[in-house]
């Protein structure tokens, strides 16, 4: 990985931060090193799955239940103010500053997820 970085900045016209390291190479780099750890792995000498043979598994029930506006705006209200945006450049701020507007279509959109098919 260093290599391909280093090799991008030791060129004069990248010296300015305007490398073009191509995604494929990070994703090659990362997926040699994996391999490279992987093959270093010994065997095992006993399966690993076989360890779990004497554990019980909890009696965990998961159920989802309907929403109403007032939790939409509660959840709303939770988030923490940060600067950051995300993929969109949405902030908690602006997303604040519209939650009256979005707080139906939001309860609706997770009340549609919770109907069958």
Known sequence: M????NSQR???QNSRGGGNIH??????????IAH????SLQTPQKDPLSYMNNQTIPDVTFSFQPV???F??????GLKNRNCSDI????VSMIKSVKNNVIGPKTREALDELRPD
Do not use: M, Q
């Open 68 to 70: 109403s506006p007032l």
């Open 72 to 77: 939409v705006r509660g959840v709303i209200d």
């Open 36 to 39: 490279k750890i992987v093959s």
């Open 10 to 12: 030791s060129n004069p």
């Open 23 to 32: 995604p494929d190479d990070i994703n090659d780099c990362f997926t040699e």
């Open 88 to 91: 969109y450049g949405l902030t």
């Open 2 to 5: 260093w290599g391909i970085i």
